[in-house]
């Protein structure tokens, strides 16, 4: 479907993976579940649940993956054949509010709205106000579905500074917004799976790396299931891309927009 191809240099992380080696500790990270408590976030309760009717049985994962592969019309192909560039939360602690704010943009990709890049400062500032702190991304895909984002050219990417949130900015975010969206179950491979090969990007967080990321494609590699990440640690990887194997790939957060506003 598009001219596209996924390059060779794509960061692999699976269970044998020495992490030190392959992540940089200096960069932003920032995932906090620890805010998640149970009796302020059952699951269901703030998002939709995942609904069922989308679940993909696993004897057609592998045909599935290969066909979205052959014909280039997975969501990696999607954007780079937009040359869509991979969020840099550079020293911010925002990689909860990054992921979110990239399944954002691909899904208006999707819905061949024009290409805008847009401030996951905008939300995560607001939210913590105006700390440099963690978070996890249900949290921020609530008040992107509530408020939106404001475009980079209107609030800088990394710019946690009140003199941003004017009269104008808020109501342009409300252009830039979630319209329907859903909470995936903690560490429930089935339905990341079913969101990716129905090319819905999730924001994934996982505790083993203290960091959320853009789960993008379902990947068949080495006789079974991986998934493709896109970092928010700008090129990292081929474009921003990586792999995520075994119990690695398991997310102990994860929420998905369906659709956006149409601006």
Known sequence: MFESAIGNNEIIIDDNTDINS???LSNGRGLNLGLRGPKDYEYGTVANPFPQELLIPRNEWQGR??????????LSDLIRWKNLPPKNQEQTNYCWVNAPTHCL???RLQQNQQVVILSPA???AQIKGYRNV???GLEALQWISDHGLVP??????NAISRSYATENNMALAKSYAVDEWIELKPRDLDQLISCLLRRIPVAVGYNWWGHEVTAID???RNGTVAIRIRNSWGNWGDFGFGILEG???YPDDACAPLTAIAS
């Open 152 to 157: 980079v050219s209107q609030w800088p990417a």
């Open 247 to 249: 119990s690695k790939m």
């Open 65 to 74: 993956i290969e066909s979205m592969e052959a014909d280039k019309s997975r």
């Open 122 to 124: 905008s939300a995560g």
């Open 134 to 136: 963690g978070g996890w």
């Open 218 to 220: 379902a990947v068949w």
């Open 105 to 107: 943009e691909i899904i």
């Open 22 to 24: 392959v992540i940089d």
